[in-house]
């Protein structure tokens, strides 16, 4: 996040009232009806964009109405921070106003550190979404999956409630509990309570699975890069020679700090451009490059994404796709393509809004769109697959930001690898089986929280023996586009 000074923002708007009260005059009676000169605003403001001094004049006029004739005493500072809050929720679902308290408490999970149960999420339609349970959370021990639904918390409907609002009544103190109610597709809705913990995210983990090197990274805050450097060190150390490659687990990593997903994404490349940033002048572009030192010495790469894998972790992804350094397996992410700035004010809080989007280095844009995999493998539950591409993806928001409503703003000609056209080609092969009703026999409540095996973990694995038995080398699979998903794996495995 990158951190700037706004202006003095409270004394501008004292000024504003201050005016708007001279304009008055000895008027000091509730009118019941809005003087002419308002109405004449109002029409204005339908037909033609209003000045800047006329907005603040009719904002003025609104928040002065309110505070004379509310059913309750209502001050400045409220209607403000309602009208901040406002503003900011109605441009895109990331953009929101951060009063002091919630301010601080971003800073702290920036770090890593925090009180609650490690869920990313978001509001859509008035109801929580989630985007992702951090792994090893109260949240992900507990069973809550991308695209869950929290309906209710602690028997209190969420309809209403902002994001920040139901953070905060999801976050408290260690050792105390919080009653969700969760809905769920293909199973009834269902009830979980769950114990909040100190949620103090160690940002990587590693294992050795034979001779492959297994590592999670969970989220990206100030810790990652160091920690990834060191859980390679460690698995050289373990394998030795015996090392053939990585599996770079990016499944359910909610992104976090630009900076990390960069340095992350250096840690694999010797070269190139890892990501470019956007704004509203196009040909303002913020280009980000590799350094010539690849920690792995070169060694395959796997990289596994779902519908969970947003923002940080699409840039990583995406950087090792398009420069041919990892096959991608698993399904197409998130789609949270756009950067946000934090700008602080005199009052301890923050603005927080959308400034730019990322594009890969072969010039494609995250938002919306996500990273589609080379190998596409749905996890499996039961034998049942659960249908990923039916997840909730920053496409689904309403407020999301559309690419074709940046006017001004050429979009870089997108040249194809092929590992994307690949990709392109399986997604529209089975686009048509994607609209059809699904025909899976709803799942119950037990099946879908009780321990699972890790297919795509699985695939992943055997897709990395696979390129070790080619040779050293990120070496594309030719799939051919025909086959199905399930049969594309079987050739992989053959």
Not at 421 to 440: V, Y
């Amino acid at each position: 996040m990158r951190l700037k000074r706004f202006p003095d923002f409270s004394s501008f708007m004292r000024v504003v009232f201050l005016l708007h009260f001279l304009s008055l005059g000895s008027t000091g009676c509730a009118e019941n009806f809005p003087p002419v000169s308002a109405e004449i605003n109002a029409e204005k403001s339908q037909k033609e964009t209003l000045s800047p001094r006329d907005t603040a004049t009719f904002f003025s006029y609104v928040t002065d109405r309110l505070r004379r004739e509310y059913v309750e005493p209502v001050t400045n500072d409220k209607l403000l921070e309602g009208a901040l809050n406002g503003i900011l929720s109605g441009l895109d679902p990331h953009s929101a106003y951060l009063d002091p308290k919630h301010f601080e408490e971003v800073k702290k999970q920036t770090q890593g550190k925090y009180g609650g149960l490690g869920l990313e999420m978001m509001m859509e339609g008035g109801l929580v979404r989630v985007i992702s349970a951090i792994p090893d959370t109260p949240a992900a021990k507990a069973g809550i999956q991308t695209d869950d639904f929290i309906v209710m918390i602690n028997d209190e409907p969420v309809l209403g409630l902002n994001v920040i609002e139901a953070a905060e009544k999801l976050r408290g103190d260690p050792h105390t509990t919080v009653k969700l109610t969760i809905r769920r597709h293909q199973t009834e809705q269902f009830d979980l309570t769950l114990t909040r913990e100190d949620i103090n995210i160690k940002p990587v983990d590693w294992r050795v699975e034979g001779e492959i090197g297994y590592i999670r990274i969970k989220t990206f805050n100030n810790e990652t890069t160091f920690e990834l450097h060191q859980s390679i060190k460690d698995i050289k150390a373990a394998l030795g020679n015996k090392l053939r490659g990585f599996v770079i687990d990016l499944r359910n990593n909610p992104g976090g700090l630009l900076d990390q997903a960069i340095s992350v994404s250096d840690t694999f490349l010797n070269k190139g451009e890892i990501v470019s940033i956007r704004g509203r002048d196009s040909h303002k572009a913020t280009r980000f490059d590799a350094t010539p030192v690849d920690v792995t010495e070169g060694l395959p790469l796997v990289i596994l994404i779902n519908g969970g894998t947003a923002s940080a972790s699409e840039i990583v992804a995406g950087a090792l796709q398009d420069h041919h350094r990892a096959i991608i397996v698993g399904t197409r992410s998130f789609g949270k393509g756009s950067v946000q700035n934090v700008v602080p004010l005199n009052n301890g809080g923050a603005l927080k809004f959308t400034t730019a989007l990322y594009y890969t280095p072969s010039g494609r844009t995250i938002q919306k769109q996500g990273i589609m995999p080379d190998v596409v493998v749905e996890q499996l539950v039961d034998l049942k697959t659960i249908k990923e591409d039916s997840r909730f993806r920053e496409s689904n928001f309403s407020t999301a930001i559309d690419l074709e409503r940046l006017k001004g703003q050429a979009e870089p000609k997108t040249e194809l690898t092929p590992k994307m056209k690949t990709s392109m080609g399986e997604e529209k092969t089975n686009a048509g089986k994607d609209d059809k009703p699904s025909t899976h026999t709803p799942l119950k409540k037990n099946d879908l929280l009780k321990p699972l095996k890790d297919y795509q973990l699985e695939q992943a694995l055997n897709v990395m023996k696979v390129i070790t038995l080619l040779g050293h080398g990120a070496i594309p699979l030719k799939i051919n586009p025909g086959l199905t998903k399930r049969e594309s794996m079987n050739a992989a495995r053959k």
